[in-house]
């Protein structure tokens, strides 16, 4: 039987702008909220989830396919982190061996070969994509309708932007087949000079808006520290706050 999701979101980016950080912290304010959440990390490094399972790193997909084969269980690709987050990781290929994207398209088959949306009835889906490149498997998210909102993280660093308009422009091309909505771009500051500026400037020309503003914060160094999100490790951080509004501007779009 279907289990119809609320929502289904994609979050894009470029390598190492804090992404992932970004991701966890709103799965956990969700969570926190009452939402059964699932987070599914398409990133080769597998990282995504780390912070909602206690900074470890659990097997991905991809793992246990080659593992496991035909014998593979739910219970070996999704794990239950903060919070009550289910976390998956697609994972990648071994480095110069194979497409990192078909790692995500494998992943996505198997998850519903097993029906784990129907098992684990999650009110929201929410897909960490690295957006260095929107093709292949990096598309699927918003190409293979599995997402239905997408949300850019960038700074206002050029190469950061320069990745943001290369994905508003993909989904712009998908969305005209009816498939996923750019909803707005994340600003996850790196305090560089006229920041804000920078990003209400390019948002323009991408023709989208900035959802949320979060600032440079040593708190969040420090929760990824204690391997975890600002929710759970640290009881009174400004951080809180931030990523709950992120989470309710989310909810109400």
Request: hydrophobic share 40%; glycine share 12%; charged share 20%.
């Amino acid at each position: 039987m279907e289990h119809i999701i609320q929502r289904k979101i994609a979050i894009y980016g470029k390598g190492g702008i804090g992404k992932s950080t970004t991701t966890s912290n709103l799965s956990a304010a969700l969570a926190g909220k009452g939402y059964r959440v699932m987070q599914i990390g398409c990133d080769p490094k597998a990282d995504s989830t780390k912070n909602l399972m206690g900074g470890q790193r659990i097997p991905t997909v991809l793992e246990q396919i080659r593992q496991k084969g035909d014998a593979i269980k739910l219970e070996d690709i999704v794990f239950t982190g903060f919070g009550g987050v289910l976390c998956v990781e697609s994972g990648g290929p071994t480095p110069g061996v194979g497409c990192a994207g078909r790692g995500i398209i494998s992943a996505f088959e198997q998850l519903e070969s097993l029906d784990a949306f129907a098992v684990y009835r999650p009110d929201i889906v929410i897909y960490d994509v690295l957006g260095d490149v929107v093709c292949g498997g990096f598309a699927m998210p918003i190409r293979g309708g599995y997402a239905r909102e997408v949300y850019i993280v960038s700074s206002g660093e050029m190469m950061s932007l320069y990745a943001a308009n290369n994905i508003a422009t993909a989904i712009r091309g998908f969305g005209k087949r009816g498939y996923a909505k750019l909803q707005g771009l994340i600003l996850n500051a790196k305090n560089i000079e006229n920041e804000r500026q920078i990003v209400d400037r390019a948002v323009q020309e991408i023709d989208t808006r900035v959802i949320q503003y979060i600032p440079r914060s040593p708190d969040i160094q420090s929760a990824e520290a204690r391997g975890g999100t600002v929710f759970e490790t640290l009881e009174s951080s400004p951080m809180q706050a931030v990523y709950s509004e992120l989470a309710e501007k989310i909810l109400s779009a």
